[in-house]
């Protein structure tokens, strides 16, 4: 006669963990079993918007107590956040689409856990960042991840000279404001010929991809919408595509 074997132990939310969630990019599709089950299930759900981690939970069919902690009160909130893990609650942290921490609030909650000892348990799922290097084609054997970079030009172009001659693929976020001088600085800085790529509205309806030498994916840049988020590779000075 067979067992029945046993429950999956990582699906159930421990007392006094952190989990630090990965949510969809934008096809709901992309949420993993694993990810439903702790959203399911932990105390709390601290979010970077109740509102938009709000509709995200009830089209999964679930409801759970959730907790604002977004950049304008991330200090404060990680300190009461990881005194409820003490007491011995179990918390997960989303933001608002990808992975927690990487140009999204979660870090100051993951430190001050790790500071008091708290077990902190990634529950890996969709990013935008290594989604768009995958499917990129430019070199992934090291890469600088930047998050988004200054919103004055001076800076943006200043970081683009300090890492003109970088070895590895240089990878940022953008937004729909500023996607079109960005890349247009690029092509200034870097020159015409350098390789980049620039990823639309991954996973989303409009996805859109531009891959090759910057001048040419500036100029397809410019006779399409710019509404939407922006993922940025550049590629080593001596890559070809």
Request: charged letters at 20%; aromatic letters at 6%; proline letters at 6%.
């Amino acid at each position: 006669m067979s067992e029945t074997p046993p429950a999956n132990a990582s699906l159930t939310p421990q007392p006094g963990h952190l989990y630090v969630v990965a949510t969809p990019i934008g096809n709901l599709a992309d949420m993993t079993e694993r990810a439903r089950a702790i959203l399911g299930s932990v105390d709390l759900v601290a979010c970077e918007d109740t509102r938009t981690t709000g509709f995200l939970l009830t089209r999964l069919g679930l409801r759970r107590e959730l907790i604002a902690y977004h950049e304008h009160n991330e200090t404060e909130a990680a300190e009461r956040l990881a005194a409820e893990l003490a007491a011995g609650k179990s918390v997960a942290v989303v933001s608002d689409a990808g992975t927690p921490a990487l140009s999204d609030p979660g870090f100051r909650l993951v430190r001050a856990c790790r500071r008091r000892g708290l077990p902190v348990i990634p529950v890996p799922g969709a990013s935008a960042l290594t989604a768009v290097l995958s499917a990129s084609g430019l070199p992934t054997n090291g890469f600088l991840f930047v998050g988004f970079l200054p919103a004055k030009s001076a800076a943006r172009v200043a970081f683009f000279e300090k890492y003109r001659a970088f070895d590895y693929t240089l990878a940022l976020y953008e937004s729909c404001h500023r996607i079109d001088k960005a890349v247009d600085e690029i092509v200034t800085t870097l020159g015409e010929s350098r390789v980049i790529c620039v990823a639309k509205e991954v996973t989303k309806l409009h996805e859109s991809w531009l891959v090759g030498p910057a001048v040419e994916v500036r100029d397809r840049l410019g006779k399409m919408s710019l509404k939407g988020e922006f993922v940025v590779l550049i590629a080593p000075v001596d890559f070809v595509l």
